[in-house]
Nanobody
Framework: QVQLVQSGGGLVQPGGSLRLSCAVS?????????MNWYRQAPGKQRELVAA???????NYRDSVKGRFTIYRDNANGTMYLRMNNMKPEDTAVYYC???????????????WGQGTQVTVAS
């Protein structure tokens, strides 16, 4: 039983910074493959923000390049999204996703975090 628990959301002013975290845990042994951050703003579709592979390769959507950094700490099974120079258009519910394979399965599957609100406003 895999769980992704998110933290770090909140209210920040434009130009400010925030760091989100996503911790993966399970009742049995597991390995984490790719991990992604998504966000969904009011009235908009959910969109991919950033992605990181198990090898550390990263990708970002154009609107956050140079401002956001995705990274992971494999020792504690946690992924982070550091957001700098934040803009009002970054306001959204942010969700993490991890592709996880548990020892009882030969294949990995995707698991979602619960989401956390990020609001950028003065």
């Amino acid at each position: 039983q895999v769980q992704l628990v998110q933290s770090g959301g909140g209210l920040v002013q434009p130009g400010g910074s925030l760091r989100l975290s996503c911790a993966v845990s399970a009742t049995i042994s597991f390995s984490i493959h790719n991990m992604n951050w998504y966000r969904q703003a009011p009235g908009k579709q959910r969109e991919l923000v950033a992605a990181i592979t198990d090898g550390g390769s990263t990708n970002y959507r154009d609107s956050v390049k140079g401002r956001f950094t995705i990274y992971r700490d494999n020792a504690n099974g946690t992924m982070y999204l550091r957001m700098n120079n934040m803009k009002p258009e970054d306001t959204a519910v942010y969700y993490c996703l991890a592709r996880v394979r548990v020892v009882t399965s030969a294949a990995a599957r995707d698991y979602w975090g619960q989401g956390t609100q990020v609001t950028v406003a003065s």
